[in-house]
C-alpha cells in the first residue's frame, strides 16, 4: 500500500517510541509497512533491524542489513550491527569482515557518532580475540599433521607468518636494475648450494689468511666512498671506515696487492658462480663492521644476483636483516640473500666483525639469461664511458 509523506513519518515516529519502550512486537508491523516495496517512501531498514534483533529474530535483522547495505555498502552502523550480529551466531570469518570493513571507514574519515564508538571498541576487541581463536585453531591443525616445527619448508613458515600478522610483505626494489619473474626471497639456504661445503671447508685457512691481512692493516678503507662525478650518496656511514673494505676484486678487476697474499681465499672463490662482467664483477672482499656500527637499511643495485656472506671473525650480537626476517651469522655457515631487499646490518658488540662478501648469478637465471644480462650490463658500461677527444 502507497504511503504519503506524513503517514510514513507517523509510522516512523510511533515506531521508534515503542522501539524506546522496549515494545518492538507492537513497532515491526509499522517498520514492514514503511518498507514494504509498494510503499512510496524511504524504506526504514536499520530500524526494522533493530527491531528483529530486539524480537531475537537474526534471519529478520540480516535480511533488512543487508538490503540496506544493498543500498549503501558503506553505511557504517549497518556494517557494525552485522559485525555484531555474526558474531553472536558464531561466524568468526564474516564478523571479521564486517568488522574490519567498518574500521576501515572510521580509518579513512567517516563521521562517528557518539553512539557508535561503544561498537566501534567492541569490533576492535572481537578482532584481536577473534585473530588470537584462529591462530590457536590453526597451530593445533599444523601439529596434528607434522606441520608445527622447524621442518615445515620455509615458505610454509613465512606464509603462516604473513598470515598471522607476524611479518610484513617486503618486495625486491633494487636501486638500478629489475629483472622480472625473480622469486620473491629474501633469504636461500645454504643446501641450495652444493659448491658451498667445500667453500665453508676452507674458513679456517681463510681465517688464516685474514689474521695476516689484520696484521698488516692499520685501518680498512670505507665500504661507501664518494666520487668527485657523481652526487655524494645519502648514506651515514660515506667515507666512515666503521663500515670498511678489503677487496679481492673490484669492478671486474683483481686487486692484487691483496689478492696475492690470500691464495686461499682466492681459490675458495673460485668454487662459486660469481658473473664476469666487464667493469662490474667479480666482486669480492672482507666487509668490515666496526664496534657499535649500524648499516642503515637500504637496497641494492640489482636483483639478478644473490650476496653471500662467509663469517670470519664474528662476535655476538651481530645480525642482518633482509625484508622481513632477521639472521644472525652462523660460525662457519655461509649466509646468503637478496639485497634488492630492503636490508641492515649491524654489530652490537665491542669487537670487530669480518665476513667474506660476493656476489652470485641467482641460480633461476638461465645461461642464456645470463650471457644477455651480461650484454646489456657491458653496453651500459660503455655508454657511461666519456668521449676521448
Not at 178 to 191: D, V
Not at 199 to 220: C, K
Not at 282 to 308: D, K
Not at 346 to 355: A, F
Request: negative net charge; glycine residues 6%.
Amino acid at each position: 500500500m502507497t504511503l504519503t509523506p506524513s503517514e510514513a513519518e507517523k509510522l516512523r515516529t510511533d515506531a521508534i517510541t515503542l522501539l524506546r519502550a522496549g515494545d518492538a512486537t507492537k513497532a515491526r508491523p509499522m517498520l514492514e509497512q514503511i518498507c514494504a516495496p509498494d510503499s512510496g517512501v524511504e524504506p526504514q531498514w536499520l530500524l526494522l533491524a533493530h527491531a528483529c534483533r530486539m524480537l531475537g529474530d537474526d534471519h529478520g535483522e540480516e535480511s533488512a542489513l543487508q538490503k540496506l547495505l544493498m543500498i549503501d555498502k558503506r553505511h557504517l552502523p549497518a556494517l557494525l550491527l552485522m559485525g555484531e550480529l555474526k558474531a553472536r551466531t558464531g561466524d568468526d570469518r564474516a564478523a571479521n569482515s564486517f568488522y574490519k570493513a567498518a574500521l576501515n571507514m572510521v580509518s579513512v574519515g567517516a563521521a562517528v557518532s557518539a553512539d557508535l564508538r561503544p561498537k566501534l571498541k567492541q569490533a576492535e576487541e572481537f578482532l584481536a580475540g577473534a585473530h588470537g581463536r584462529f591462530e590457536a585453531f590453526l597451530l593445533k591443525k599444523l601439529d596434528a599433521t607434522g606441520l608445527s616445527g622447524d621442518d615445515t619448508p620455509i615458505p610454509v613458515r613465512h606464509a603462516i607468518d604473513l598470515l598471522m600478522g607476524r611479518k610484513e610483505i617486503y618486495y625486491q626494489k633494487p636501486s638500478v636494475f629489475y629483472y622480472p619473474g625473480m622469486p620473491q626471497r629474501e633469504f636461500y639456504e645454504r643446501s641450495e648450494f652444493p659448491w658451498l661445503g667445500e667453500m665453508e671447508a676452507a674458513i679456517p685457512a681463510m681465517q688464516e689468511e685474514l689474521r695476516g691481512v689484520i696484521a698488516r692493516t692499520q685501518e680498512f678503507q670505507p665500504y661507501v666512498q664518494g666520487h668527485p662525478d657523481r652526487p655524494r650518496p645519502n648514506n651515514p656511514l660515506l667515507d666512515d671506515p666503521s663500515w670498511g673494505a678489503h677487496y679481492f676484486w673490484k669492478d671486474g678487476v683483481e686487486v692484487t696487492e691483496n689478492s696475492v697474499h690470500c691464495p686461499k681465499t682466492m681459490a675458495a672463490l673460485a668454487s662459486a658462480p660469481i658473473p664476469v662482467i666487464q667493469e662490474r664483477s667479480p666482486m669480492a672482499l672482507y666487509s668490515v663492521l666496526e664496534p657499535n656500527t649500524h648499516i642503515a637499511p637500504h637496497y641494492g643495485m640489482l636483483n639478478t644476483r644473490l650476496i653471500c656472506h662467509i663469517p670470519l671473525i664474528l662476535p655476538p650480537d651481530c645480525a642482518i636483516r633482509v625484508g622481513g626476517e632477521t639472521r644472525p651469522w652462523q660460525e662457519g655457515q655461509a649466509l646468503i640473500f637478496d639485497d634488492s631487499f630492503e636490508h641492515e646490518a649491524w654489530n652490537r658488540s665491542n669487537q670487530r666483525r669480518v665476513i667474506l662478501l660476493f656476489e652470485i648469478w641467482r641460480p633461476e637465471i638461465s645461461a642464456d639469461e645470463r650471457q644477455a644480462l651480461t650484454t646489456i650490463f657491458e653496453a651500459i658500461n660503455e655508454y657511461q664511458k666519456p668521449v676521448e677527444i
